[in-house]
């Protein structure tokens, strides 16, 4: 698993903007593996409902840290 996050600069209202790249490179000889495999098909939209809405839960988060570290509040 790689996980980049690139600064875009502001945005209209002054708002920093980042893009963050995520890849997932998986191998195994291992038969569950095989299996899995076969069944990424018929599973990988849930699989793809369920990682947007961490991404939106995690960008919210990273959002709600980053208002607290530039206004002082941060607890650390």
């Known amino acids: 698993m790689e996980t980049h996050a690139t600064p875009l600069g502001a945005d209209r209202d002054g708002v920093p903007r980042t893009a963050v790249i995520e890849a997932t490179v ?18 990988r939209p849930a699989m793809r409902l369920v990682a947007r809405r961490l991404w939106k839960d995690d960008l919210a988060y990273a959002e709600r840290r980053y208002l607290l570290r530039t206004s002082g509040r941060w607890p650390g």
């Open 26 to 43: 998986a191998v195994s000889g291992r038969t569950g593996f095989a299996l899995a495999r076969r069944a990424a098909s018929a599973v």
